[in-house]
C-alpha cells in the first residue's frame, strides 16, 4: 500500500467534492507539517518543497480515495517518504535519511500509522511550529522578507494570496519568498527556539512581523482600499497563534491585546464605497463586541504577567481606552495622552509623539498640541511622512487657520500613496475653502 494510503482509514468518499476540503486541511495543516520537516530536514525550503508535493499527491488521490480521517498524518507521512527519496539520492544527507527511515520503520505493515507515531506527531507541532515562526521571522532577512515568508509557511497562504494583499506581481512575491528561504539556508539559521539573551531580541523580531503584517492590512500603504481585512485577520489569527505557544510572554499578549482590539473596528472604518471613516465618525455599534473581549482580556493576561509596561501593552492600554468608551466624548484623553508620554519616554519616536499630539489636543486643546508637532526635529523620514501634515491640518483647522491648515490637507494628500486616503486628505482640504 503506497504512501497515499499510509493512514487512518478514508471519512469521505468518492462523490464528495474533496477540493474545498483539501483547502481548508492545507491550510490548518501546512505550516504544522512544514514546521515538522524543517526539524527533519534542518532547511525551511527543503521542508515546504516537500509539503507541497505532499499536498500535490493529497489533491491527486483525494478525489479518488477520499479525504483521509487523519489528513495531517497523512499528508506528514507522504512527505517524509518523499524526503527519504530525496536524502537517499544524497550522499551528504545520509544522516537525515537514516532519522526518517527510522521514524518511518514506526509505522504499521501497509501504512498505517501507528498510535504512538501520532502521538509523537502531536506532541512535536507545538515545538515545531513555534521553531518555524521564530525562523521565519529571523532577523538575518529584510522585513518585506520575514513577512512574505511568514505568511507563506506560517499562515499557510498561497503566493497569489500574499502578492494579492500586498498588491504586487505574482512573480514578485514568488521570488521574495525564494530569497528568503534562500537567505536562512546561506546564512546557516538553525531551525530551533533562542534561549538566553537571544531569545529576547528573537522575540522582538517576531512581534514586529505580525504587527507590520496587521498595519499594513489596518492602514493599507498604497493601492485602492484603505482596509485590506485578510491581512489583519491573518495577523490576529497569528497572534493567536503565539500567544498559545508562548502562554508566560506577556508581550505576546500584549500584542494579541493591540490587534484584536484594533480588528474589532474593521467593519466601521470604511463607508459602503470604500471610503475611510475617522475613528471619531465611527459607528461604534458595528464594532465587534467578541474581539473587544478577546483584547482586554489578552491585556489582563499581559499586566498579569507583569507586562503593563511592555511596548505592545501600552499601545493595547491606548485601544482598549477607545474600546471602552460607547462615544467618542466619553474617551479618556488624559489617560491616552499619559500612555503615550509612557511609550515616548522609553521608545522615543517621532510617530509616537504625533500619536500624543492628538490625544493631548483633545485633553488640553490643540494648542499645545501643535507645540509639540513644532518641536519634532526635521528629518528626511518626516517630512515624507503624510500623518504630520494631517494631524496638523486638523490642528489649525480647529484654531481657525484655514488657509495654512487647507495647505497641510493637500501636502498630506501629495504624500498618501493609498488612493482612498488622498481622497478624503483632499475633501478635508476642499471642505475648508
Not at 49 to 65: F, G, H, I, N, S
Not at 79 to 93: G, I, W, Y
Not at 163 to 176: F, H, I
Not at 273 to 294: E, K, M
Amino acid at each position: 500500500m503506497g504512501p497515499a494510503r499510509a493512514a487512518t482509514r478514508r471519512v469521505t468518499g468518492p462523490t464528495e467534492h474533496p477540493h474545498a476540503a483539501l483547502d481548508a486541511v492545507v491550510r490548518i495543516e501546512l505550516p504544522r507539517l512544514i514546521g515538522a520537516l524543517a526539524r527533519m530536514t534542518g532547511d525551511v525550503g527543503t521542508a515546504e518543497e516537500l509539503a507541497q508535493e505532499a499536498t500535490v499527491a493529497a489533491l491527486e488521490q483525494w478525489p479518488r480515495d477520499g479525504v483521509p480521517r487523519n489528513p495531517g498524518a497523512w499528508l506528514t507521512t507522504t512527505a517524509k517518504r518523499r524526503a527519504v527519496d530525496l536524502f537517499r539520492r544524497n550522499d551528504s544527507l545520509r544522516d537525515k535519511y537514516a532519522q526518517l527511515a527510522h521514524e518511518l520503520d514506526r509505522e504499521r505493515p501497509g501504512g498505517a500509522v501507528s498510535t504512538d507515531f501520532d502521538a509523537a506527531l502531536d506532541d512535536r507541532i507545538d515545538d515545531d511550529l513555534l521553531r518555524l515562526i521564530f525562523t521565519s521571522c529571523h532577523p538575518v532577512l529584510a522585513p518585506e522578507g520575514r513577512a512574505a515568508l511568514t505568511l507563506r509557511v506560517v499562515g499557510g497562504l498561497s503566493v497569489a494570496e500574499i502578492a494579492r494583499a500586498y498588491l504586487v506581481p505574482e512573480p514578485t512575491m514568488a521570488a521574495r519568498i525564494t530569497r528568503a528561504k534562500k537567505a536562512l539556508t546561506k546564512a546557516g539559521v538553525p531551525f530551533e527556539v533562542p534561549e538566553g539573551p537571544d531569545r529576547a531580541a528573537r522575540l522582538s523580531s517576531v512581534l514586529q512581523v505580525i504587527y507590520l503584517v496587521f498595519n499594513e492590512g489596518y492602514s493599507a500603504t498604497f493601492g485602492s482600499d484603505w482596509l485590506r481585512t485578510d491581512l489583519t485577520l491573518e495577523a490576529v489569527r497569528l497572534a493567536r497563534v503565539l500567544a498559545g505557544l508562548m502562554p508566560d510572554e506577556p508581550e505576546v499578549f500584549g500584542l494579541a491585546a493591540l490587534l484584536e482590539i484594533q480588528a474589532s473596528r474593521n467593519a466601521a472604518r470604511v463607508g459602503p464605497d470604500g471610503t475611510p471613516v475617522l475613528l471619531l465618525d465611527q459607528d461604534r455599534t458595528r464594532w465587534d463586541p467578541l474581539l473587544i473581549r478577546r483584547g482586554l482580556s489578552a491585556l489582563a493576561r499581559a499586566e498579569q504577567l507583569g507586562g503593563a509596561g511592555g511596548h505592545y501593552a501600552l499601545q493595547a492600554a491606548v485601544a482598549a481606552c477607545h474600546a471602552r468608551a460607547a462615544r467618542p466624548e466619553d474617551t479618556d484623553w488624559q489617560r491616552i495622552a499619559m500612555l503615550y508620554q509612557a511609550i515616548s519616554s522609553r521608545w522615543p519616536s517621532p510617530v509616537v509623539e504625533i500619536n500624543r499630539a492628538v490625544a493631548v489636543s483633545f485633553a488640553d486643546g490643540p494648542a499645545a498640541a501643535l507645540e509639540i508637532l513644532d518641536r519634532l526635529p526635521d528629518s528626511p523620514a518626516l517630512r515624507s511622512y503624510h500623518l504630520l501634515p494631517s494631524v496638523r491640518g486638523d490642528l489649525l483647522s480647529k484654531l481657525g487657520r484655514t488657509a495654512d491648515a487647507r495647505a497641510e490637507f493637500q501636502r498630506a494628500a501629495a504624500l498618501s500613496r493609498n488612493e482612498q486616503e488622498r481622497a478624503l486628505l483632499l475633501a478635508r482640504a476642499d471642505g475648508l475653502t
